[in-house]
């Protein structure tokens, strides 16, 4: 089988590469959105030209690092890095200076793009996103089940709810390392997405929630979710302000007040951290025509 994101594969690490592809059943299509395909790669030393696509392509860096090339732009991802790779015809290519290992998923169907946005991601050109460790672990999963089930319908569900749980695990919803988030991690997490990330809840405020000792608290947190609770807050922060940016077209200023970030410097300075670009690159990005972005749902659709 010839692989699907990159044009070649070097002998060396060919044995280190696995991908499949997916089938999914009735009722999965009638959802409107699955996964096309998935994969895990190593890459060494070098630069690796990529083959066109028309899904969106979900690529999250797990350890090591690239720069991707996207026609002219740049995007260079770390571990826990992520972005979406936009179907279409593209100039693109991954290059790295050490050994580094990326999984991605392939997304079809004609809600994908609201996945897509959903997931924080623009429709037209990769952007860098933070991944949360639930949704890498939840990505090794998918890869795995593509895998052994490739070209077959016998793990759409299974496929379908992992996809989702790394959906609802990008919008704070309580998804663990393992299955769930115990009751006590659960109610800080509820806590937070009810307040829309308003607040800026302490580590001390998110420990009294739980009724756990700070330290007892910050050490279940981690192992339950996979990264530190002000860590986490600020992941969720930034990616309501990007809903708020995109979405509902508000400034700088509304979004960074909206999630507890009264100065938009350090707003804008958090917010570049996070997401590698400004909020004001960020919002003339997300105001790309909306022919172009139909363009390449048109594109999907017919697949």
Known sequence: MNPYLLQSIPEKLAALAVEGTHKPGSLTQASGAWIHAAGA????????????????????????????????????????????????SATASISTDKQTRCLWIALEG????????????????????????????????????????????????????LMYGMIASHWGQPVAMDAMLSHEIAKV????????????YSLADMAAISRMPMETFRKRFVAEVGMPPLSYVLHCKMERAKELLRDQNWSVRQAGAAVG????????KQFKHIVGISPSAFMKQASVPSATIRGVTAKTKKK
């Open 41 to 88: 790669f190593v890459l060494e030393k070098g630069e690796y030209p990529l083959n066109p696509h028309d899904q969106w392509v979900w690529l999250a860096v797990e350890r090591g690092r690239i720069v991707l090339l996207w026609n002219d732009h740049e995007l260079e991802l770390t571990a826990g890095s992520t972005c979406f790779l936009p179907g279409g």
């Open 110 to 161: 004609p809600l994908s793009p609201m996945v897509v946005r959903k997931m924080g991601a623009l429709l037209h050109m990769p952007l860098k996103q933070g991944a949360l460790p639930s949704q890498i672990y939840l990505a090794e999963q998918i890869v795995q089940v593509i895998v052994r089930h490739t070209g077959t319908a016998d793990a759409t569900y299974q496929l379908q709810h």
């Open 189 to 200: 997490v509820d806590t937070l997405r009810a307040n829309q990330y308003r607040d800026n």
């Open 261 to 268: 970030m009264q100065d938009p410097y350090h707003f804008s």
